[in-house]
């Protein structure tokens, strides 16, 4: 199944489901209120909006209180985020890194990490580290 698209507030919206676990849509609009500040039958939109896109699913209901749930992971979401991010700028890496370093958004211990992870990564799978290297050819 592909990712849902979301909207910035449903993706505000997810990130309290995925940080905090089920929650009614009053206990979701208390969290994203105190920093976006929408209505609440606003939120109760996005979350209908997020169940009809597969994103949540309503757990349970008390007294007149649905509580949702996210059916999707963070790390799915933010996947297909950067597989659209790298689309704009033709599926290369380096200008999306360049920004970032220009924008003061990643650090020297930022791309030690990554460095670490590259490592990581084709020790797993030395074949793709000829592969990566020839395509650059």
Do not use: C
């Not at 109760?44 to 509580?67: C, D, F, P, S, W």
């Not at 749930?69 to 890496?93: D, H, I, M, P, Y």
Request: charged letters at 30%.
């Amino acid at each position: 199944m592909t990712e849902p698209k979301l909207s910035a507030l449903e993706l505000k919206i997810m990130n309290e489901l995925w940080s905090r676990g089920a929650l009614s849509i009053r206990e979701i609009h208390e969290a994203v209120a105190k920093r976006e500040r929408p209505a609440y039958t606003t939120v109760q939109t996005m979350i209908y909006r997020l169940e009809v896109k597969g994103a949540v699913r309503r757990t349970k209901k008390i007294g007149n209180a649905h509580v949702f749930e996210a059916t999707t992971s963070r790390a799915s979401v933010q996947t297909r985020l950067l597989k659209e991010l790298l689309g704009l700028f033709g599926g290369n890496a380096r200008p999306v890194m360049a920004h970032l370093v220009e924008m003061g958004k990643i650090s020297h211990e930022d791309i030690e990490d990554a460095q670490k992870l590259l490592r990581a990564h084709r020790a797993k799978d030395p074949g793709k580290e000829s592969a990566t290297k020839d395509k650059g050819k």
